[in-house]
């Protein structure tokens, strides 16, 4: 077994001291409030202080403006005005970042996007026109690339260690708790969110890309809607009202919890967004059950797989190389999510079988989310040696392979990336 330490040595954070940034934020959601404004008031307040906040709910903009002890503007471009961000950081759902991330740009503002970086193959040539239009830069936070375990994976491959990778296998559990929340929300819409190929996929086609050092080519996928949807005759609008409520799995109660209450219910009356809908509407559009074959521009090849309603949440993937093979395996939910270390086993093409034990780090998202932050408010000005942090191409890159997926599930025919891109063809 070789020990790990907690924190690799290329992504630790030093505390140096940057000049203060403003930062607005378009999109004042539950993701703004935890990953950003809550943690830059916390602990970056010698190098970030937030300008504003817009959203097109006056609730939740309000929230955030009161927990950030910062000012709420009905209007965005009256935002960029007054407060003069450096950076615009967009949270909005997923249709609309295009949106904001262009603006922002236009109005001479670097700009940080939540993932995905936007939905659809138009979107995504708009943002890179812009970025080139402007000269202004667009980060894409792929907070996945963080976690110790997975910096790990890349470390691994640049050194080396299984050559070069021909194969990938990648398969994705979302459990029936994490998983059929996608299903009540904004994101059951693939106008909102281009459906779990790019919401939810966005993540994994990314770390693959980074793993790999490369881009995809040729998709193609499958992909159904078979478990949620109107599969059940037992439904309703939403679970608050809900004639079923003592004998669904899917029930969800969110009476006394205060924060839901405040942050969601008390804000529907402005644009009807409910929390808490039925994962059996017949509203859904989006898959729960995909399964994607990609080839990369270097010819390794991509068999990669989600499904939304698994018993316990986690992931699976191997990687064969021309000298050999490194296995992971990472229970998110359940009995296995309990261990304290998360095991990658190399096996080498002589026989040889090493066990890598990285110990969990704590807080969101397997710690990705700490590290991450270390990087965007606290030490930007160290060397990035292994690439952790994303621009508009990685973004774009990890969108379009799931849009290309989402294409192919269509046409029942193969997508090439260089057709969404419309790039000249590189081979
Ligand atoms: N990286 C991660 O691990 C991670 C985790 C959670 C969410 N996210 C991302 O963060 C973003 C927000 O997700 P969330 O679950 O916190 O959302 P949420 O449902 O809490 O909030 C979405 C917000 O968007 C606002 N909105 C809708 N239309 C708008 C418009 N036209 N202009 C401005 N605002 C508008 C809504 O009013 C709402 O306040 C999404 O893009 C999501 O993919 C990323």
């Known amino acids: 077994m070789l020990g790990e330490t907690q924190r690799s040595p290329l ?28 943690p830059i008031l916390e602990r970056f307040g010698e190098s970030a202080r937030i300008g504003g906040f817009f959203d097109t709910n006056p609730v939740r903009a309000a929230y955030l403006g009161r927990a950030s002890a910062a000012p709420v503007f009905a209007d965005f ?9 450096d950076c615009v950081i967009v949270t909005t759902i997923d249709r609309y970042h295009h949106e904001y991330i262009i603006r922002a740009l236009e109005a001479g503002c670097d700009v940080i996007t939540e993932k995905p970086m936007t939905i659809d193959d138009e979107r995504c040539r708009a943002i890179l026109a812009a970025e080139q239009r402007t000269g202004k830069h667009v980060t894409v936070t792929f907070n996945y690339r963080f976690m110790p375990y997975v910096t790990r994976v890349k470390e691994l491959l640049v050194a080396g260690t299984i050559g070069e990778v021909l194969n990938v296998d990648f398969e994705w559990y979302l459990d029936r708790r994490h998983g059929a929340d996608y299903f009540r929300r904004w994101h059951r819409r693939k106008e909102n969110s281009g459906g779990l190929l790019v919401h939810k996929a966005t993540h994994h086609f990314d770390l693959i ?17 078979r478990f949620y949807g109107p599969t059940h005759a037992e439904r309703g609008e939403r679970c608050a009202t809900c004639a079923f409520a003592g004998t669904c799995e899917f029930h969800v109660e969110y009476r006394d919890d205060e924060f839901m209450q405040a942050f969601y219910f008390a804000a529907e009356q402005h644009d009807g967004y409910m929390r808490d809908r039925c994962v059996f509407s017949e509203e859904i559009d989006i898959e729960d059950t995909m399964n994607v074959l990609a080839r990369y521009r270097n010819g390794a090849q991509l068999s990669y ?35 304290q270390h998360s095991t990658i086993t190399v096996y080498s093409r002589d026989g040889q079988v090493q066990c890598h034990q ?9 710690g990705g989310d700490d590290r991450l932050r270390d990087r965007l408010f606290g030490a930007q000005e160290l060397p990035d040696l292994l690439g952790h942090m994303a621009g508009s191409r990685a973004g774009a890159m990890s969108v379009l392979l799931g849009v290309a997926a989402n294409q192919s599930i269509a046409s029942g025919q193969a997508v090439r990336i260089d057709d969404l891109l419309q790039e000249p063809s590189r081979h």
């Open 11 to 38: 992504t630790s954070s030093v505390a140096k001291v940057c000049p203060v940034k403003t930062y607005a934020f378009a999109g004042a959601s539950k993701r703004a409030l935890d990953m950003y404004a809550a």
């Open 358 to 366: 990285i110990p969990k780090a704590a807080g969101d998202h397997g």
């Open 209 to 225: 890309n980074w793993w790999l050092g490369d881009e995809p080519d040729h998709v193609f996928a499958l992909g159904q809607r």
């Open 77 to 85: 471009d009256e935002m960029l005005r007054q407060a003069r961000p």
């Open 305 to 339: 797989s989600l499904v939304a309603y698994s018993p316990y949440e986690g992931w699976r993937s191997t990687l064969t190389g021309t000298k050999g093979r490194i296995e992971l395996l990472e229970a998110e939910s359940g009995p296995q999510a309990e261990e």
